[in-house]
C-alpha cells in the first residue's frame, strides 16, 4: 500500500470508508489535489475522469492506478458536491481529516491543481501529473509505471 496513508481512512465516490492498504496495493497513485471552487481545477478534473476512466475502468485488465483526492475545498459539502458532479469514480481524504495539510507541506503544494503522482513508498514520480496528462494522455502512464516498482499485468502497446 502507499505508506503516505498509513493510518488513515479513506472515502470513495459514496463517502463510504475505504482502507488505503487494500485499495492501493501495488499501484501508480495520484494524489490529486484540488477544489470544486477553482476554475482551474474544474477545466482539469474532466480530463482526469477521462484518463482514468480509460486505464482503469475500460482497459483489460485494468491498469495499476489510483487517484486520492485531497480536497481545497471550504466545506465538507462542497467537497462532496464537487466529487459528485465532476470526480471519477476514486478515492478521497475526508475532508475533516486534518493529514491533508501535512500532505500539502510534504509534497510542496502552493497551487491548485496539482495531480503528484508516487511510488507505494510516497517517493515522487512526478509533481507535473495534470501537465503530463495534457501533453501526452495516457502514454504518460507508461512512464510512470516503468519507475513505480509495481508488478505489472498492463500492456501499454
Not at 491543481?113 to 502514454?139: E, H, N, S
Amino acid at each position: 500500500m502507499v505508506d503516505v496513508f498509513a493510518g488513515h481512512t479513506l472515502v470513495n465516490k459514496k463517502g463510504e470508508a475505504v482502507d488505503p492498504e487494500g485499495a492501493l496495493k501495488n499501484k501508480v497513485v495520484g494524489l490529486y489535489f484540488s477544489g470544486g471552487w477553482c476554475p482551474p481545477c474544474c477545466d482539469f478534473t474532466p480530463r482526469l475522469c477521462q484518463f482514468y476512466t480509460e486505464l482503469v475502468e475500460e482497459s483489460v485488465p485494468a491498469a495499476q492506478f489510483e487517484i486520492v483526492f485531497v480536497s481545497s475545498d471550504k466545506s465538507q459539502a462542497d467537497m462532496e458536491n464537487y466529487m459528485a458532479a465532476m470526480h471519477g469514480d476514486w478515492l478521497a481524504l475526508p475532508w475533516q481529516n486534518p493529514y491533508k495539510t501535512e500532505l500539502k507541506k510534504k509534497y510542496c503544494i502552493t497551487a491548485i491543481p496539482k495531480l503528484i503522482i508516487v511510488k507505494q513508498d510516497g517517493d515522487v514520480i512526478t509533481d507535473k501529473g495534470c501537465k503530463q496528462i495534457r501533453d501526452y494522455g495516457l502514454a504518460c502512464f507508461r512512464d510512470w509505471i516503468e519507475v513505480a516498482d509495481v508488478f505489472q499485468n498492463f500492456s501499454a502497446d
